[in-house]
């Protein structure tokens, strides 16, 4: 009997775990607003180049030339992690990328700044708490392929 309700109630949680990934909807704090990305939530789901502290911050991605071609570059390196870019507006893109086994979804935004020769970069899970550095992980390879794109 307690084997029956234990494997039931696992049931329970990972369904209502897939439902809560599946459903979640767009954060309010998406795009941009100032000049500047969204700042990270206390939490550490969530790191960004426009912080100063340690435990979310990361250097934003060294780029140059114009801002279409760069723009042009970031999609398809985005594409090729497997991101679904949902707005790519001028020097601005938001791509959503979802986990493997739960379909949880995390949130990416770039801003080209062309003067500054960089990318601001923001990753950020939209639920929980910890994403396990899945988001730096990200910004890192991102920032590889982009960088071995345009050498």
């Known amino acids: 009997m307690i084997y029956k309700l234990s494997a039931l109630i696992v049931i329970v949680c990972i369904a209502a775990l897939f439902t809560a990934a599946h459903f979640s909807s767009l954060p309010q704090n998406i795009g941009i607003t100032g000049g500047k ?3 990270c939530p206390d939490s550490p789901n969530c790191v960004s180049s426009q912080e100063n502290d340690q435990k979310h911050a ?4 060294k780029a140059s030339g114009p801002s ?3 723009m042009k570059n970031l999609r398809k390196c985005v594409r090729k992690m497997g991101g ?3 707005t790519p507006k001028g020097p601005y893109l938001h791509a959503e990328f ?3 086994l739960f379909r949880f979804v995390d949130d990416l935004e770039c801003v080209y700044d062309e003067v500054e020769g960089k990318i601001e970069v923001r990753s950020a899970a939209r639920l929980g708490y910890s994403d396990f550095g899945v988001n730096r992980k990200r910004v890192e390879e ?7 794109e345009n050498k």
């Open 98 to 100: 979802r986990s493997k």
């Open 84 to 86: 679904k870019i949902k």
């Open 58 to 61: 990361t250097p934003a991605i």
């Open 68 to 70: 279409k071609q760069v």
């Open 37 to 39: 990305l969204s700042p």
């Open 142 to 148: 991102l920032r590889r392929l982009f960088e071995a």
